[in-house]
């Protein structure tokens, strides 16, 4: 079993930048499979960014370039760095660890607006 906690989200302008951090309880979160998702009001979760125990990364169409998924296994943490956030960023964003089944955080509100 593993707990997650996330942080980082927050109010910023069009254009500005944030830093999620997912903190993972436990020892090991080096061997799991990890992802960032986000879920907009009246819509469903969607992915965001999933990094490989050998960070290999994938990201959605819609942060690519922008955002950078990555992970320190000494920290037991997964962080997404969001430059160029644009109002359609807006979102709930959730970390989620793929174990045997999927764990998720309670998630963090980021919100993108002048």
């Known amino acids: 079993q593993v707990q997650l906690v996330e942080s980082g989200g927050g109010l910023v302008q069009p254009g500005g930048s944030l830093r999620l951090s997912c903190a993972a309880s436990g020892s090991i979160f080096r061997f799991i499979a990890m992802g960032w998702y986000r879920q907009a009001p009246g819509k469903q979760r969607e992915l965001v960014a999933t990094?490989?125990?050998?960070?290999?990364?994938n990201y959605a169409d819609s942060v690519k370039g922008r955002f950078t998924i990555s992970r320190d296994n000494a920290k037991n943490t997964m962080y997404l760095q969001m430059n160029s956030l644009k109002p359609e960023d807006t979102a709930v964003y959730y970390c989620?660890?793929?174990?045997?089944?999927?764990?998720w955080g309670q998630g963090t509100q980021v919100t993108v607006s002048s």
């Open positions: 990094i490989t125990p050998g960070s290999s990364t």
């Open positions: 989620k660890a793929d174990l045997l089944r999927p764990y």
